[in-house]
């Protein structure tokens, strides 16, 4: 059974960085596509950041361009975040997400691609 957990999410100010890690555990994550997504209270989940297999091709929301950063270990089976000049905009539980299935990697920006979600972790940005 593969499972996820976020860690990593906290209380920060604006301008502050955090970075987010998602283990996974139950089957390698080698050949599978995977993402952030993020919710705000009241708001749909909205996709933030997605990575290929390979890691050699990257997509983020226009909202996080030039400021977060998504990697991969795939030795280690952990995705991460690297949040910079967070906003208090970017305040929203972060979940991540990995899809093993062969279309997963074509629609990385679709909740559906995803077949495994994690449970999520709270970022709240102050002003």
């Known amino acids: 059974q593969v499972q996820l957990a976020e860690s990593g999410g906290g209380l920060v100010q604006s301008g502050d960085s955090l970075k987010l890690s998602c283990v996974i555990s139950?089957?390698?994550?080698?050949?599978?596509?995977a993402g952030w997504f993020r919710q705000a209270p009241g708001e749909e989940r909205e996709f933030v950041a997605a990575?290929?297999?390979?890691?050699?091709?990257?997509l983020y929301a226009d909202f996080v361009k030039g400021r977060f950063t998504i990697s991969r270990d795939d030795a280690k089976n952990i995705l991460y975040l690297q949040m910079n000049s967070l906003k208090p905009e970017d305040t929203a539980i972060y979940y991540c997400?990995?899809?093993?299935?062969?279309?997963?990697?074509?629609?990385?920006?679709?909740?559906?691609?995803?077949?495994?979600w994690g449970q999520g972790t709270q970022v709240t940005v102050s002003s």
């Open positions: 997400a990995v899809g093993f299935r062969t279309d997963s990697s074509s629609y990385p920006a679709a909740l559906a691609s995803y077949d495994h």
């Open positions: 990575i290929r297999w390979r890691g050699d091709r990257t």
């Open positions: 139950g089957r390698s994550f080698r050949n599978s596509a």
